[in-house]
C-alpha cells in the first residue's frame, strides 16, 4: 500500500460539482492498493497515517502526529500511485491491485481509520475526481507499507 500524503490547511473533493469529502487543517491522503495489501499492510498504513510527525510542536519542529492534532484526514483513492513508471512513455499498471481488490482493500483503510480518528472524509472509489488542497509548506511524503 502506497500513500502520499500532505499536510494541509484545508483541501476538498468534487465528484460532477459536488463536493463529496472536506477536511480543514490536517493531512490529504493519496491511496494506491497494491497485490498482496493484507490486514497487516493496511493497519500499518492507517498507523503510519495516524501516527506519522508532520505537524510542528512548540519549537517549529515536526514532532506531532495528526492523533496529537486532532486534525482532519482526507483519504483518496489513486490507483496510479502504484504504476510502474521506470521505462517507456506511458505508465504500467500490473504493480496495481484489481479493482474489485483495491475497492475492498480501500474500503477497510478507510474504516479502520474512522474507527481511530474522529474527523475522515474521503472521496469516491473508481470515479472522476476533482481534488484542491492547500498544502502547508508545502510537506509532502511519500509511506509505503
Same mark, same amino acid.
Given at each position: 500500500? *502506497?500513500?502520499? *500524503? %500532505?499536510?494541509?490547511?484545508? =483541501? $476538498?473533493?468534487?465528484?460532477?460539482?459536488?463536493?463529496?469529502? @472536506? *477536511?480543514?487543517?490536517?493531512?490529504? @491522503?493519496?491511496? =494506491?492498493?497494491?497485490?498482496?495489501?493484507?490486514? !497487516?499492510?493496511?493497519?500499518?498504513?492507517?498507523?503510519?497515517?495516524?501516527?506519522?510527525?508532520?505537524?510542528?510542536?512548540?519549537?517549529?519542529?515536526?514532532?506531532? $502526529? +495528526? !492523533?496529537?492534532?486532532?486534525?482532519?484526514?482526507?483519504?483518496?483513492? %489513486?490507483?496510479?500511485?502504484?504504476?510502474?513508471?521506470?521505462?517507456?512513455?506511458?505508465?504500467?499498471?500490473?504493480? @496495481? =491491485?484489481?479493482? =474489485?481488490? @483495491?475497492?475492498?482493500?480501500?474500503?477497510?483503510?478507510?474504516?479502520?481509520?474512522?474507527?481511530?480518528?474522529?474527523?475522515?472524509?474521503?472521496?469516491?472509489?473508481?470515479?472522476?475526481?476533482?481534488? $484542491?488542497?492547500?498544502?502547508?509548506?508545502?510537506?509532502?511524503?511519500? +509511506? %509505503?507499507?
Amino acid at each position: 500500500m *502506497i500513500a502520499l *500524503i %500532505q499536510r494541509v490547511l484545508e =483541501a $476538498s473533493v468534487r465528484v460532477d460539482d459536488e463536493t463529496v469529502g @472536506a *477536511i480543514g487543517p490536517g493531512l490529504l @491522503a493519496l491511496v =494506491a492498493v497494491e497485490p498482496g495489501d493484507d490486514e !497487516a499492510r493496511i493497519t500499518r498504513m492507517v498507523d503510519r497515517l495516524l501516527g506519522y510527525r508532520v505537524f510542528a510542536d512548540a519549537e517549529g519542529r515536526m514532532n506531532r $502526529s +495528526l !492523533a496529537d492534532t486532532g486534525g482532519g484526514l482526507l483519504l483518496v483513492s %489513486q490507483f496510479t500511485l502504484a504504476a510502474d513508471t521506470r521505462s517507456g512513455m506511458r505508465p504500467g499498471f500490473s504493480t @496495481a =491491485a484489481e479493482p =474489485a481488490a @483495491a475497492r475492498a482493500g480501500f474500503e477497510r483503510l478507510l474504516a479502520a481509520c474512522r474507527t481511530r480518528h474522529p474527523v475522515v472524509e474521503t472521496g469516491r472509489f473508481g470515479a472522476h475526481m476533482v481534488v $484542491s488542497l492547500a498544502n502547508d509548506g508545502p510537506v509532502t511524503f511519500r +509511506l %509505503q507499507t
